[in-house]
């Protein structure tokens, strides 16, 4: 088993920036990929970024490449999305998700454990 909890939502001005903390605790050697979701109010949930291992490999949704940066601590207890150039569409609540699988993958079905959730608004 795999226990993540999120930190770090809040509410911010358009053009601001935050910092989001996902804890991964447990069998975290069996997770080699962690990833972040986001779902805003009546929408599905979408895929962020991911990074497998130490933050090596990467990936991201168009919609956020160049203004989010995901990275990890170099014991993996820790995920962070750096978030900049915030606008309102990037308002929602976001999620921290870890898969069993050492593929990257946007598939939200592939990930295994998931966190609570920590909301982020942005205001125009």
């Known amino acids: 088993q795999v226990q993540l909890a999120e930190s770090g939502g809040g509410l911010v001005q358009a053009g601001g920036s935050l910092r989001l903390s996902c804890a991964a605790s447990?069998?975290?050697?069996?997770?080699?990929?962690m990833a972040w979701f986001r779902q805003a109010p009546g929408k599905e949930r979408e895929f962020v970024a991911a990074?497998?291992?130490?933050?090596?490999?990467?990936h991201y949704a168009g919609s956020v490449k160049g203004r989010f940066t995901i990275s990890t601590n170099n014991s993996r207890s820790t995920v962070f999305l750096e978030m900049n150039s915030l606008n309102p569409e990037d308002t929602g609540v976001y999620y921290c998700?870890?898969?069993?699988?050492?593929?990257?993958?946007?598939?939200?079905?592939?990930?295994?454990?998931w966190g609570q959730g920590t909301p982020v608004t942005v205001s125009s």
């Open positions: 998700a870890a898969s069993l699988t050492p593929t990257l993958t946007v598939w939200r079905e592939r990930y295994r454990y």
């Open positions: 447990g069998r975290t050697f069996t997770t080699p990929v």
């Open positions: 990074l497998s291992g130490n933050g090596g490999n990467t």
